[in-house]
């Protein structure tokens, strides 16, 4: 494991599902995603029909960096994301872009819980 390390999203894994793209990398422990998401982007049009589940069962969280992104939870709890917001989803929801601005977020996850500069200890 190297002490420093940097990646370019143009180099990493690419997915571009309709309206849609993604570039994800890994870097050590912590695996970091790009997303554009275009203006028409509803995951329910554009996502649904590939992983067939009647919302997206995924956790999400990230940051908005541009863009409004509107979320829907299957509870009826809904809200705007707007620029430099962070976000917590929790799987059970549907999201769309907001206005003909396209939606640029990045999301995180780590597989260690203890990640971070400002842990308990």
Request: hydrophobic content about 35%.
């Amino acid at each position: 494991m190297s002490n420093v390390m940097k990646k370019s999203f143009t180099d990493g894994d690419i997915k571009t599902p309709e309206k849609a793209h993604s570039s994800t990398v890994t870097l050590n422990n912590v695996t970091l995603t790009k997303v554009i998401l275009q203006p028409g982007w509803k995951w329910s049009t554009c996502i649904k029909p590939i992983v067939e589940t009647e919302s997206c069962q995924a956790g999400h969280v990230g940051v908005i960096a541009q863009g409004i992104l509107h979320v829907k939870h299957d509870d009826g709890t809904e809200m705007d994301i707007t620029e430099g917001e962070s976000y917590f989803l929790a799987p059970g929801h549907d999201g769309w872009v907001v206005g003909d601005k396209e939606v640029i977020g990045y999301e995180f996850v780590t597989d260690d819980k203890d990640f971070g500069p400002w842990k308990k200890g």
